[in-house]
């Protein structure tokens, strides 16, 4: 039997699975590359796009927030409007008032009683005076009491004049003023006193 050598054979068929391992094996590297790459492309296109949207949002959420920031500042501007509506038709309302106020302490101030001074505060209203005597005051206590434009009077201060010449009182009343409203919407029905 002729013997054969095989070692050459070997040899090349070793070089040809060690040549064709490194290529698959550089293959596999490179797949492994281009997956490695192609996952990390994708993901920052991901990334980029949702840093975009985000970046949209924020550029949207901004704008209603100065939407929302006008809303609130023409709220804000509306409230003021009313308010100063609501103070002038009080003013238009209450314009007459003051001509009833005044015709109504004429006709209940009482002969002998001598007004020096009238302080209005909100409804309160402070008279200041003189009369001749008590009586007089408590008269005109009483007139004031019966006006549909005055209620409630509370006599402060009482007290000898010295600086008059025919002697008198000085005196000091609060009286609550009724407002036109409450005589528009007929709610108060006193007669009145002629003060004589």
């Not at 095989?6 to 040899?11: F, H, K, V």
């Not at 006008?70 to 209450?94: C, F, P, T, Y």
């Not at 201060?157 to 008198?168: C, F, L, Q």
Request: net charge positive.
């Amino acid at each position: 039997m002729p013997r054969i050598n095989l070692l050459p054979w070997r040899d090349q068929q070793r070089t040809l699975r060690r040549r064709e391992f490194f290529l698959a094996a550089g293959a596999a590297f490179l797949a492994a590359i281009m997956c490695a790459l192609g996952g990390k492309l994708i993901y920052a296109g991901r990334i980029d796009s949702q840093l975009a949207k985000n970046e949209l949002l924020q550029s949207a959420i901004s704008k209603l927030d100065a939407q929302i920031a006008d809303i609130m500042g023409l709220e804000n501007r509306k409230q003021r409007l009313v308010a100063r509506m609501e103070i002038i038709e009080k003013l238009q309302r209450s314009r007459p008032e003051i001509v009833h106020l005044f015709d109504e302490i004429a006709r209940t101030v009482p002969d002998g009683v001598y007004l020096t001074a009238l302080k209005q505060n909100g409804t309160k209203l402070e008279i200041d005076g003189i009369a001749q005597s008590s009586t007089r005051v408590s008269t005109f206590m009483r007139n004031i009491d019966a006006s549909t434009w005055m209620d409630n009077p509370a006599l402060q201060v009482v007290e000898a004049a010295k600086d008059t010449p025919a002697g008198g009182s000085k005196f000091v009343l609060t009286v609550d003023t009724v407002g036109a409203d409450l005589h528009h919407g007929g709610s108060i029905n006193r007669q009145r006193v002629a003060a004589k």
